[in-house]
């Protein structure tokens, strides 16, 4: 790392730059404006395979440089992190050989397609680490100010043990039969459909909240549109399709019943078939003291209830997580001026960055992305034999 304005500079690389890349960019472009941060990151150069239609979201995006290739990333002087917003068929690959080239990490959720790979990339994650280079899953939603405070309040114990969670991610993008075909409905690059794109979220939200892992699950997978016109075009989640058709090899639902580590029942759900939900990432955790409640369609809202309130007046209390004494809220708006989607992706590099200035691990590390991959994959098989209990295999801390 070089100087740069008095604090040491950070090269990134960017691979891919579709929805989650423009998202990744906001960030990186934003946070030095708004968190004095320890380090300056430096948007180097961003990966794309048509060079052209790269160049193109450089420009727009706020790229230095431009790679057709992201092994060339990896011998680039000026490049000290990658991050990866690619599919998940290439995040084992990617991830490996950057950490082997000395270079931080930050991967998209979910952290791989299998087991398999998530467990060599927590492999290659604690060797990297040894010769301090260090590795972050961009679970975005730990961001966001109102759960963060809900994680503190069960730290506090204001809801005392928990006893139960609820947990959905409900979208509807796909509830239209005529929707097309994305990479997103491929198994192959993919992985799985509702469970790990969205399902991933309400697992990791989970495990944050509570401070807990996941010790067994029972699953079901269904899949309501088994065909779908092929895409012309796409843009962001939504496209134009054509007249050919080609099969969807994915879930479009997934649900599940669950035990955390401390025998708590979870119920999980987790669909882009719910119409009129648009991004309904939702969680109620209740305690032997009280419960809290979160809808990220409300994002900037938590509600509280405590039992030892008076009965007269007791109930859910709406708090409106804006005010400074809210974490990060300081560095933005006046109180009662909301936070956006865009703002978690900027917590997400002020974490990041925080944790590589202190020679750090990040989090959700390698292995925490590990674990929620090791709970995906036990709904699925669990899912293939007809709900059977299915143990986690792996419930130890990071």
């Known amino acids: 790392m070089s100087e740069q304005a008095g604090k040491p500079r950070l090269g990134v690389a960017m691979i891919g730059y579709a929805f989650m890349g423009r998202a990744h960019s ?58 990866i917003c690619t599919p998940g068929n290439t995040h084992a690959e990617i991830a490996e050989a ?10 998209e959720k979910p952290m ?12 290659a994650a604690r060797a990297a680490r040894a ?30 043990q928990v006893r139960q969670v609820r947990a959905q991610y409900l979208q509807d993008w796909l509830a239209d039969e005529t929707a097309p075909l ?70 479009d639902a997934a649900l599940g019943i669950a035990r955390l580590e401390s025998g708590a029942p979870v119920t999980l759900e987790a669909t882009r078939f719910a119409w009129g939900r648009k991004n309904a990432l ?11 409640a979160f809808d990220f369609e409300e994002m900037n ?25 809210h974490p990060y809220v300081e560095a933005w708006w006046p109180p009662g001026h909301g936070l956006g989607y865009e703002h978690g992706f900027t917590h997400q590099v002020v974490d990041l960055i925080n944790a590589l200035a202190e020679g750090r691990e990040p989090s959700p590390s390698f292995e925490d992305g590990l674990h929620v991959q090791r709970v995906l994959d036990a709904l699925e098989r669990s899912a293939g034999q007809e709900s059977r209990w299915t143990q986690i295999e792996d419930t130890e801390r990071s």
Do not use: C
Request: proline letters at 4%; charged letters at 20%.
């Open 26 to 83: 906001q960030a990186w472009r934003t946070a030095p404006k708004f968190f004095d941060l320890p380090l300056a990151p430096e948007m180097t150069v961003l990966v794309g395979r048509n060079k052209q239609a790269a160049q193109a979201a450089a420009d727009q995006l706020g790229w230095s440089d431009v790679e057709t290739d992201w092994r060339a990333v990896l011998e680039r002087d000026d490049v000290d992190l990658v991050d």
């Open 98 to 107: 950057a950490l082997a080239a000395g270079k931080h990490v930050l991967v």
């Open 112 to 123: 791989a397609n299998t087991v398999a790979e998530a467990e060599s990339m927590a492999a």
């Open 131 to 160: 010769q301090g280079v260090h590795s972050m899953v961009g679970f975005t939603y730990r961001r966001v100010p109102a759960v963060q405070l809900a994680r503190q309040l069960v730290e506090a114990g204001r809801i005392g």
């Open 182 to 251: 994305s990479w997103r409905l491929d198994k192959e690059l993919a992985g799985s459909g509702a469970l790990g794109d969205i399902g991933a979220h309400a697992v990791d939200l989970t495990m944050f909240i509570t401070g807990q892992r996941f010790a067994g699950v029972s699953g079901l997978l269904e899949t309501f549109v088994p065909e779908r016109p092929v895409a012309e075009s796409f843009t962001g989640l939504h496209g134009t399709g054509g007249s050919q058709r080609g099969p969807v090899t994915v879930d």
């Open 282 to 292: 939702r969680i109620e955790v209740t305690g032997t003291k009280g419960a809290l």
């Open 301 to 325: 809202v938590l509600n509280l209830y405590e039992a030892a309130d008076d009965a007269a007046t007791s109930g859910f209390r709406r708090i409106l997580v804006t005010e400074p004494e």
